[in-house]
C-alpha cells in the first residue's frame, strides 16, 4: 500500500510538471489555474482515504478512547509550530528573505480561488501529506522498535523533504531553500506529533489547524 500510495503520488506529480501544455490544453488556461490544485489533491485524498481506510479507522478508534491525551499534544504542539513559523518568518523577513514562490502562489490562488484552494490547503493536502511523509517516510526510517537517534533522524528527514516539496524547482537556489525553513519547522513538528502520538490522525489534525489559521 505505502508503495503503491507513493508510485501514485509520483507519477501524478511528475505528469503535472511535464505536461503542463496537456493540462491547459484539457481545462483552458484560467480553469487549469483553478481546478488542477483542487482535482490533483482532491483524487489523491480520496485515494488515500480508501487505501488507508484500516489505518485511518483504527486511528480514529484509538483517537475516540484518548481523545484527552491527544488533544493535550495536539494543543501545544500546535501552538508551537505556530510560535516557530511566526519567529521564522521574521526572521527570514527581517534578513530581506521572503516566502517561497511556491508559498506565494498557493496564497494568491487561495485568494483568487476561494474554495478551490481552500479545500486543497486545509483539508486534502494535510491528510496527503501526512501519509507520505509521516506515515510513510517517518515510518519506514523509524522502524517499529528504534531507539532515540533512529527517530531524531526519521523526524528530520520527513522535515527537510516536507520543507523541500515546498520549493520552487524551476527557480531552485540556495536562497529558495532559505524560504522554506518555516515549512521544515512545521513538519519537524509534525513528526514529533506522530512519535508521541503513534496515530497518523494527530499529525492531520495539527497540519489542518495550522493551515487553515494561514489561510484565514
Given amino acids: 500500500r505505502c508503495f503503491i500510495s507513493v508510485l501514485v503520488l509520483v507519477t501524478l506529480t511528475i505528469f503535472l510538471e ?16 483553478k481546478y488542477i490544485d483542487f482535482v490533483y489533491y482532491g483524487g489523491l485524498f480520496l485515494f488515500y482515504i ?15 478512547n484518548n481523545y484527552k491525551k491527544y488533544v493535550n499534544i495536539i494543543a501545544i504542539c500546535a501552538f508551537i509550530t505556530i510560535v516557530l513559523v511566526v519567529v521564522a518568518a521574521i526572521t527570514l523577513d527581517s534578513c530581506g528573505i521572503g516566502k517561497s514562490d511556491n508559498q506565494e502562489a498557493v496564497d494568491a490562488a ?6 478551490f484552494m481552500v479545500l486543497p490547503a486545509c483539508l486534502f493536502g494535510p491528510l496527503v501529506e501526512e501519509f507520505v511523509h509521516r506515515g510513510i517516510v517517518l ?3 523509524k522502524g ?21 516539496i515546498h520549493c520552487n524547482y524551476m527557480n ?10 518555516p515549512q521544515m519547522l512545521m513538519g519537524l513538528m509534525f513528526g514529533i506529533v506522530y512519535v508521541l502520538s503513534n496515530n497518523i490522525f494527530c499529525p492531520i489534525v495539527v497540519h489542518m489547524i495550522i493551515n487553515v489559521i494561514s489561510t484565514i
Fill in 172 to 181: 531552485f537556489s540556495a536562497m529558495e531553500i532559505l524560504t522554506v525553513i
Fill in 50 to 64: 480508501i487505501i488507508f481506510r484500516k489505518t485511518l479507522w483504527e486511528c480514529l478508534k484509538d483517537f475516540k
Fill in 110 to 115: 487561495v485568494a483568487n480561488y476561494g474554495i
Fill in 18 to 33: 511535464e505536461q503542463p501544455e496537456l493540462i491547459i490544453k484539457i481545462f483552458g488556461y484560467e480553469n487549469a489555474l
Fill in 144 to 164: 517499529e522498535e528504534s531507539g532515540k537517534v533512529r527517530t531524531v533522524i526519521s523526524i528530520i528527514v520527513g522535515a527537510v523533504l516536507f520543507g523541500m
Fill in 139 to 141: 515510518g519506514i526510517i
